[in-house]
């Protein structure tokens, strides 16, 4: 099991270009989230997924759009990147709602300049 | 406000000594509480994860307490090995039925050989 796994790790962009960001799970986990992590803050919600198809915004959303078109795959997308989402992005799944244990990928540095 | 914080912001310890970390919050509806380790340039991994009615959670060597009357945390790191320099982060969930999650910033901890 590679459990969440993120691409790219590093990736550099100008103001006013896209990209999309690609999270993958293999433990058929049914809900994932994107997060960012900023320095001296902690994680923030950006959108999250309950299901194959399902999105919804989280507490951050602005900017960035997502998709859900598989359940193994959450993708984040950034139609025209910022200086202010230069961040580190993590993807996190777990099995279903409730108490249960949130699994985080390693994350992905962007940064636009 | 819904708000987790953690003291101290940053600890340096020696090797083979205890110590401990500090969550306070004021979230409400409490769902549980979770303390993450974070490794510089990874994800969080999950530690203990605690609900209302716990009070307390022990995880190889580090064990989380709770105190919902106070609304305080802590986590105890007992015997420090080198491996344990890294951030530890308090994460607050709200019973709302939704996915409302508070990260705190942060405790980064150096341990000195």
């Known amino acids: 099991n590679a459990g969440v796994t993120q691409t790219p790790k590093f990736r550099v962009l100008k103001t006013g270009q896209s990209m999309t960001l690609l999270c993958a799970q293999d433990?058929?986990?049914?809900?994932m989230y994107w997060y960012r992590q900023d320095p001296g803050m902690g994680l923030r919600l950006i959108h999250y997924?309950?299901?194959?198809?399902?999105?919804a915004k989280g507490e951050v959303p602005d900017g960035y759009n997502v998709s859900r078109l598989k359940k193994q795959n959450f993708l984040l997308g950034l139609e025209s990147a910022a200086p202010s989402q230069t961040s580190v992005y993590f993807c996190?799944?777990?099995?279903?709602?409730?108490?249960?244990?949130?699994?985080f990928g390693p994350g992905t540095r962007l940064t636009v300049t | 406000k819904n708000q987790v914080e953690q003291s101290p912001q940053s600890l340096i310890i020696l090797e083979g000594k205890n110590c401990t970390l500090q969550c306070n919050y004021t979230v409400s509806p409490f769902s549980n509480l979770r303390w993450y380790k974070q490794d510089t340039g990874r994800g969080p991994v999950s530690l203990t994860i605690?609900?209302?009615?716990?009070n307390t959670k022990s995880n190889g060597r580090y064990t989380a307490t709770l105190d919902a009357d106070t609304k305080q945390s802590s986590l105890h790191i007992t015997a420090s090995q080198l491996s344990d320099s890294a951030s530890y982060i308090c994460?607050?969930?709200?019973?709302?039925?939704?996915?409302?999650?508070?990260f705190g910033a942060g405790t980064r901890l150096f341990v000195k050989a």
């Open positions: 433990m058929n986990h049914e809900y």
């Open positions: 996190a799944s777990t099995p279903a709602g409730g108490v249960l244990e949130q699994y």
């Open positions: 994460v607050v969930s709200l019973n709302t039925g939704g996915f409302k999650t508070i």
């Open positions: 605690m609900t209302f009615s716990e």
């Open positions: 997924s309950v299901g194959e198809g399902t999105t």
